[in-house]
C-alpha cells in the first residue's frame, strides 16, 4: 500500500516568512513528486514538480527532494495571507498510472 | 491556456438513481484520470484510463462505478446506484506523454460537487 504523509496543521506563519511544508512517502520506487495547492472549494493546482534529488526553484517557491530519506518539502518565501490554502503532495511512480496524494497540510499566512 | 473541463458544476441526486459526471480531457493528453475528495479529506484516486481502457483502479471504485469515452473526446463518470457516502467532489483529470523529466504532470478540471439525499 503506497502512502504519502503529510502533517495536516494548520501551519501559521507571519506574512514575510518562510512557510516550510513537509511531506513522507513509503514507496521507494516512486520518481516523481509533486506539490499542489489546493483553495477550499476548489481543484488542486500543480505548484511545482521534481523528479531530481536536490533543490528545485521557481519563484518563491523551493521543492526539495531527498530519496534515500523517502522525503520531498516545499519551502514558500516570504509568505502572503493569498499563499493561505491547503498544499498536497503527490507522488507517482515511475510510468506508473496512479497518483497518491497525501491528505495535504493547511498553511495559514497572518497578515 | 489548455484546461479540463467538467460538467455539470454541482449536481443533486436522490440515493439510488444513477449519475453521470462528464469530463472534456485536455486535447492532446492520454491519460485520464477521476479522483474524488469527501468533504474535508484527501484527495482519493478513483480510475485511470489510457488507450480506450482502465488502466488501474482503486478499491473505491467498484461494480457501481464506470468510466467510458464514448466520442473521443469526452470521458464519463457513471454512478450506478448512489449511496448517500458517494457524496463527494469529483475531479477528472489528464495527462500528457509519459516523459518522466517534463511530462508526467496532472491536470485537474474544476471538479464536479455531488450530493446524494
Known amino acids: 500500500q503506497k502512502e504519502v504523509e503529510q502533517n495536516s496543521g494548520p501551519l501559521s506563519v507571519p506574512e514575510g516568512a518562510i512557510a516550510s511544508l513537509n511531506c513522507t512517502y513509503s514507496d521507494r520506487v516512486s520518481q516523481s513528486f509533486f506539490w499542489y495547492r489546493q483553495y477550499s472549494g476548489k481543484s488542486p493546482e500543480l505548484i511545482m514538480s521534481?523528479?531530481?534529488?536536490g533543490d528545485k526553484e521557481d519563484g518563491r517557491f523551493t521543492a526539495q527532494l531527498n530519496k534515500a530519506s523517502q522525503y520531498v518539502s516545499l519551502l514558500i518565501r516570504d509568505s502572503q495571507p493569498s499563499d493561505s490554502a491547503t498544499y498536497l503532495c503527490?507522488?507517482?511512480?515511475?510510468?506508473?498510472?496512479?497518483?497518491?496524494f497525501g491528505p495535504g497540510t493547511r498553511l495559514s499566512v497572518l497578515p | 491556456e489548455p484546461e479540463v473541463t467538467q460538467t455539470p458544476s454541482h449536481q443533486v441526486t436522490q440515493m439510488g438513481q444513477e449519475v453521470i459526471l462528464r469530463c472534456v480531457p485536455i486535447?492532446?493528453?492520454?491519460?485520464f484520470y477521476w479522483y474524488r475528495q469527501i468533504l474535508g479529506q484527501k484527495v482519493e484516486f478513483l480510475v485511470s484510463?489510457?488507450?480506450?481502457?482502465?488502466?488501474?483502479k482503486s478499491e473505491i471504485f467498484d461494480d457501481q462505478f464506470s468510466v467510458e469515452r464514448p466520442d473521443g473526446s469526452n470521458f464519463t463518470l457513471k454512478i450506478r446506484s448512489t449511496k448517500l457516502e458517494d457524496s463527494a467532489m469529483y475531479f477528472c483529470a489528464s495527462r500528457g506523454q509519459n516523459h518522466p523529466s517534463s511530462g508526467n504532470t496532472i491536470y485537474f478540471g474544476e471538479g464536479s460537487w455531488l450530493t446524494v439525499v
Open positions: 486535447s492532446n493528453h492520454l491519460y
Open positions: 503527490a507522488v507517482n511512480e515511475n510510468y506508473g498510472q496512479n497518483f497518491v
Open positions: 484510463f489510457y488507450n480506450n481502457e482502465i488502466s488501474e
Open positions: 521534481i523528479y531530481s534529488n
